[in-house]
């Protein structure tokens, strides 16, 4: 499994950015996929998940309404899309994907890609 995450980069508080986490070796389909960040210093924390259609999201506190998960399953690729950033979101974010949304929920997926950094500056 190969997740491949790109979009970060450096935007002003209030701004926007659309992160896109590429996936090959896996019946893209048939997993959940979610966003998980990590800021420096701190643990690595649930952003967003996503159930295998897309018909179902769910979001941490600290992101509802700021963020929006999607994904189309035609290009095996899942999006974040951030508005409204704050230097609170700045962190390196990753992308995740497991057969089941509960191991993603327990900050325990089964396979991980590599980060891309946001930094939000104030």
């Known amino acids: 499994v190969q997740l491949q995450a790109s979009g970060g980069g450096v935007v002003q508080a209030g701004g926007s950015l659309r992160l896109s986490c590429a996936a090959s070796?896996?019946?893209?389909?048939?997993?959940?996929m979610g966003w998980f960040r990590q800021a420096p210093g701190k643990q690595r924390e649930y952003v967003a998940s996503?159930?295998?259609?897309?018909?179902?999201?769910y979001y941490a506190d600290s992101v509802e309404g700021r963020f929006s998960i999607s994904r189309d399953n035609a290009k095996n690729t899942m999006y974040l899309q951030m508005n409204s950033l704050k230097p609170e979101d700045t962190a390196v974010y990753y992308c995740?994907?497991?057969?089941?949304?509960?191991?993603?929920?327990?900050?325990?997926?089964?396979?991980w890609g590599q980060g891309t950094q946001v930094t939000v500056s104030s």
């Open positions: 995740a994907a497991d057969s089941t949304l509960n191991r993603l929920w327990d900050r325990a997926p089964r396979s």
């Open positions: 070796g896996l019946a893209f389909s048939a997993y959940a």
């Open positions: 996503i159930s295998w259609g897309g018909h179902s999201t």
